[in-house]
């Protein structure tokens, strides 16, 4: 059993604890782990006897990786493997994790080492990557499987649905603009609104052609709303449904409509 000091149990009443537990919409009970997720071994260096995050880290990435690969191949029948292989790596990659818990305000909860916080290890996308799996190894070891795949999928959800527009492939933003290109239109304007608390915005996204919406989204992020957005117009001007993780080839399509 992983035990922590009441100055830790005190600590999840602190404004950047209370927001990060928010937004997992996971309630722990035993914070223990939470907070051992939230240790970087900078910490225990120079604190004799603390534990670091290391071990929540191992145990988070084989959790992270078998509950995004069972949600892809449940979602996507038919991608290849080659195509399931490159989607998981996108979503599960250091960059992705690193802006997950950057907007889950992570960073402000670590315990690090003096050196550590004074070079910017807050903000290092290899330390915010490595506590994110800690804190969802910590989510597992709290909840078990039913506990940590919906907090998984709420994070990484809109992610997956972007990078399954083709992994190596072009997104939805620049397939629209290419379609509007050879049809000779002008270029997509993208307006953006957002909603709810800094810890837990909705953003919103209208894409414009001519001054005429032609497609509207939302996401977790100003990106993931853009995409959704395109993602629409797409498809109307395209006259293709298309659903989430799928790429239209619309060079084909249009000589279907010819």
């Not at 534990?51 to 929540?56: I, P, Q």
């Not at 990435?61 to 509950?67: F, N, T, Y």
């Amino acid at each position: 059993m992983i035990t922590s000091s009441p100055s830790w149990a005190d600590s999840l009443t602190t404004e950047p604890l209370s927001a990060l537990l928010d937004q997992l919409g996971h309630h722990f009970t035993d914070p223990a782990p939470l907070l051992l997720a939230l240790t970087h071994r900078s910490w225990c260096a120079e604190n004799a006897g603390s534990r670091s995050n290391e071990r929540l880290e191992f145990l988070g990435d084989a959790v992270l990786g078998l509950i995004v690969t069972d949600h892809i191949f449940t979602a996507h029948p038919e991608m290849p493997e080659g195509s399931l292989a490159k989607l998981r790596a996108a979503v599960v990659s250091e960059p992705t994790l690193a802006a997950v818990a950057a907007e889950l305000g992570v960073g402000k909860c670590l315990r690090l080492g003096k050196g550590e916080d004074a070079s910017g290890g807050r903000e290092k996308a290899s330390i915010l990557s490595d506590a994110m799996e800690a804190i969802i190894g910590a989510v597992y070891v709290d909840g078990g499987l039913d506990a940590a795949q919906p907090v998984v999928l709420d994070l990484l959800g809109d992610r997956i649905n972007a990078e399954a527009v083709g992994p190596g492939s072009a997104d939805f933003k620049s397939q629209l603009q290419e379609i509007l290109a050879r049809r000779n239109e002008g270029a997509p304007v993208y307006e953006l609104s957002d909603e709810g608390p800094d810890h837990d915005k909705r953003f919103f996204a209208r894409v414009r052609v001519d001054g005429s919406v032609i497609g509207e989204g939302e996401g977790r992020s100003k990106k993931l709303a853009e995409q959704a957005a395109a993602r629409a117009a797409f498809s109307r001007l395209t006259s293709v449904s298309v659903p989430d993780g799928h790429r239209i080839d619309h060079q084909q399509n249009e000589q279907r409509h010819a």
